[in-house]
């Protein structure tokens, strides 16, 4: 019993983070996600013009007022189409289903080894 409880608190402890993003690393991810349409395959996070520094004053303020990443996309892509993101925000449900899935399945084949044991 001990040891489920400690593989669940585990599994919370290193789920939190993903589950509740605070401003700066959503602003650190967005930046580093969008490029610079002045400067060739440079993300507006690593660029120098002043166009990037405007775009990054727009991301921060769109960050602050709570958009969501869905409006923050829709916004990029509507004004500069889908190749100013580097990571395309497709959700495919395999990407979220199979690691939990494996994870499941190793914390089950874990689980009856030890009751084995």
Do not use: H
């Not at 660029?47 to 007022?65: C, F, G, K, V």
């Amino acid at each position: 019993m001990n040891k489920v409880l400690t593989i669940t608190l585990l599994i919370l402890l290193l789920a939190i983070p993903l589950i509740n993003e605070d401003r700066d690393s959503r602003y650190e991810n967005w930046s580093k996600n969008i490029l610079c349409p002045v400067c060739q395959g440079e993300n507006i996070s690593d660029s120098p013009s002043e166009y990037a520094e405007d775009m990054r004053m727009i991301l921060r303020e769109q960050i602050d007022s709570g958009l969501s990443d869905e409006e923050i996309y829709n916004y990029w892509v509507v004004r500069y189409g889908e190749r100013i993101i580097t990571n395309p925000q497709r959700t495919n449900i395999e990407m979220i289903v199979l690691p939990i899935l494996l994870i499941s399945l190793f914390i089950l084949a874990f689980i009856r080894s030890t009751k084995n044991e």
